[in-house]
């Protein structure tokens, strides 16, 4: 798996010299970088302007490059540009209006004095106001900041770059508005009354990026107070793109997965929530393993069965691994046969690439799970049926819908195939239906 993490752009001025370019590409090779887009900006009569994207491993390696670029006679690099960081500046996100203010008949509609009768309308009949404002199509993102990615508790403010992330997607792939709440605080209980308090502003809650144990508390205080979607992504949306991505596994290898044996390595928010979604697919049996023994008992309590990293190794048929521990799993534990899902980001429990050379009949790894394949559409699905709550017979309909859209040899689908999100919101929808739960979410 790659490590070059860092793109950025450089604006080279290259002299018209037979094999400058090839210089140019030796040298990024050379000093360890890697080669992405490469566009003509402007051709003169001694020198051509290019913007080279180049990928590095860390800053030292990107500064390391751009000096031996410097180097090559004939070759000068003109400015320099982080994408990521130029992706960010000014923020993602910008608030705009759905309606054109052009005279003052539409300021009459949309505002007073017109507004009042449909302030009224909904103090008559609440549920107006999932068509006639913008809270039945939204959807608050919440964080404290206390466990970011592979890097901790960072706090609120520097989680905002992570929730705007989030509440992009949202919009370009289902169509929803979604809106990033800080929460600084640490305690579980401040934090549910914070959401409580601003709760009617969005149709549903979206927990993002909280600690263990205190996203299971705010997400299960949430969803018995409230009557509307409430999901912790990092627990349900992971864990159904990880079902999604096991089932096209076992179709790949010619498992059947409601017979098979599946060990779960690692209990954190996401590993917990793998599990017990491998419990309620009806799984022929769940393994579990984590130095955290209340995290084991409480996937026990699900259906689960306590056991430790070497028998699930030894016995399971499908091995997932969410433990932070890059390398922790040693090729020669590999048995012939395997499926492991290895899904520590960025350097995974054990390469995909060495778990197949020690005889896995398929290896992934967190690359192939991308949350934001199920989190859209699950939303999208639940605020069109008004449902109440985003139940566990909706991440296994998604999950399997995932499944069926992967292309030939894939275990998931593209995250920005748009047909994906549409065809999850629906099955979600429909689920809903079914259960009888359409119509239920209270504003």
């Given at each position: 798996?790659?490590?070059h993490?860092i793109?950025t752009?450089?604006?080279?001025?290259?002299?018209h010299r037979?094999?400058?370019?090839?210089?140019?590409a030796?040298?990024?090779?050379?000093a360890g970088?890697?080669?992405?887009?490469?566009?003509?900006v402007?051709?003169?009569?001694?020198?051509?302007?290019r913007?080279?994207?180049?990928?590095?491993i860390d800053?030292?390696q990107?500064i390391?490059?751009?000096r031996?670029i410097?180097e090559i006679?004939?070759?000068d690099?003109?400015?320099?540009?982080?994408?990521?960081?130029?992706?960010?500046?000014?923020?993602?996100?910008?608030?705009?209006?759905r309606?054109h203010?052009?005279?003052l008949?539409?300021?009459?509609?949309?505002?007073?004095?017109?507004?009042?009768r449909?302030?009224?309308?909904?103090?008559?009949?609440p549920?107006?106001?999932?068509?006639?404002?913008?809270?039945?199509?939204?959807?608050?993102?919440?964080?404290n900041?206390?466990?970011?990615?592979?890097?901790?508790?960072?706090?609120?403010?520097?989680?905002?770059?992570?929730?705007?992330?989030k509440?992009?997607i949202?919009?370009?792939?289902?169509g929803?508005?979604?809106?990033?709440?800080?929460?600084?605080t640490?305690?579980?209980?401040?934090f549910?009354?914070?959401v409580?308090?601003?709760?009617p502003?969005?149709?549903?809650?979206?927990?993002?990026?909280?600690?263990?144990?205190?996203?299971y508390?705010?997400?299960?205080?949430?969803?018995?107070?409230?009557?509307k979607?409430?999901?912790?992504?990092?627990?349900h949306g992971?864990?159904?793109?990880?079902?999604?991505?096991v089932i096209?596994?076992?179709k790949?290898?010619?498992r059947?997965?409601?017979?098979?044996?599946?060990g779960?390595?690692?209990?954190?928010?996401?590993?917990?929530?793998i599990?017990?979604?491998?419990?309620?697919y009806?799984v022929?049996?769940?393994?579990?393993?984590?130095?955290?023994?209340?995290?084991?008992?409480?996937?026990?309590?699900a259906?689960?069965?306590?056991?430790?990293?070497?028998?699930?190794?030894?016995?399971?048929?499908?091995?997932?691994?969410?433990?932070?521990?890059?390398?922790?799993?040693?090729?020669?534990?590999?048995?012939?046969?395997?499926?492991?899902?290895?899904?520590?980001?960025?350097?995974p429990e054990?390469?995909?690439?060495?778990?197949r050379?020690?005889?896995?009949?398929?290896?992934?790894?967190?690359?192939?799970?991308?949350?934001?394949?199920?989190?859209?559409?699950?939303?999208r699905?639940?605020?069109?049926?008004r449902?109440?709550?985003?139940?566990?017979?909706?991440l296994?309909?998604?999950?399997?819908?995932?499944?069926s859209?992967?292309k030939?040899?894939?275990?998931?689908?593209?995250?920005?195939?748009?047909?994906?999100?549409?065809?999850?919101?629906?099955?979600?929808?429909?689920?809903a239906r079914n259960?009888?739960l359409?119509?239920t979410?209270?504003?």
């Amino acid at each position: 798996m790659s490590e070059h993490v860092i793109d950025t752009v450089l604006r080279v001025r290259v002299e018209h010299r037979a094999g400058q370019l090839a210089r140019l590409a030796n040298t990024i090779a050379e000093a360890g970088g890697l080669i992405g887009d490469v566009s003509t900006v402007q051709v003169g009569e001694t020198a051509t302007l290019r913007d080279v994207t180049i990928e590095t491993i860390d800053e030292a390696q990107t500064i390391h490059v751009v000096r031996c670029i410097g180097e090559i006679d004939g070759v000068d690099v003109v400015e320099s540009t982080d994408r990521v960081f130029e992706a960010h500046r000014g923020g993602k996100l910008h608030s705009t209006s759905r309606v054109h203010l052009d005279q003052l008949a539409d300021m009459r509609s949309i505002y007073t004095p017109g507004v009042a009768r449909v302030s009224q309308a909904i103090v008559k009949d609440p549920n107006r106001a999932w068509d006639l404002t913008s809270v039945g199509n939204s959807v608050g993102i919440f964080t404290n900041g206390s466990r970011v990615l592979g890097l901790g508790n960072i706090g609120p403010l520097a989680s905002m770059p992570v929730m705007e992330g989030k509440a992009v997607i949202y919009d370009e792939l289902a169509g929803i508005s979604a809106t990033p709440i800080l929460i600084d605080t640490l305690d579980p209980f401040e934090f549910v009354e914070t959401v409580m308090r601003v709760s009617p502003t969005f149709g549903g809650i979206h927990l993002e990026d909280i600690r263990i144990p205190d996203c299971y508390i705010i997400e299960d205080e949430l969803r018995r107070r409230l009557c509307k979607p409430v999901m912790h992504d990092d627990q349900h949306g992971t864990a159904t793109v990880t079902l999604a991505a096991v089932i096209n596994a076992c179709k790949i290898t010619g498992r059947d997965l409601k017979r098979s044996r599946v060990g779960m390595i690692g209990l954190g928010a996401a590993g917990s929530a793998i599990a017990m979604l491998a419990v309620s697919y009806g799984v022929g049996e769940v393994l579990v393993s984590d130095i955290n023994a209340d995290a084991v008992s409480r996937v026990q309590r699900a259906g689960a069965i306590a056991s430790d990293a070497a028998t699930i190794m030894a016995t399971a048929d499908i091995v997932i691994a969410a433990t932070g521990r890059p390398g922790l799993i040693a090729a020669s534990s590999i048995r012939r046969g395997q499926v492991i899902f290895a899904l520590t980001n960025p350097k995974p429990e054990i390469l995909p690439s060495e778990a197949r050379a020690a005889g896995a009949a398929f290896a992934g790894d967190g690359r192939s799970i991308n949350n934001a394949l199920a989190f859209p559409g699950l939303f999208r699905g639940a605020l069109e049926a008004r449902s109440c709550a985003i139940t566990t017979e909706m991440l296994i309909a998604a999950a399997e819908v995932i499944a069926s859209l992967a292309k030939p040899g894939d275990v998931v689908p593209s995250c920005l195939d748009r047909n994906v999100h549409q065809a999850v919101a629906a099955t979600v929808a429909e689920t809903a239906r079914n259960a009888g739960l359409a119509g239920t979410a209270k504003l």
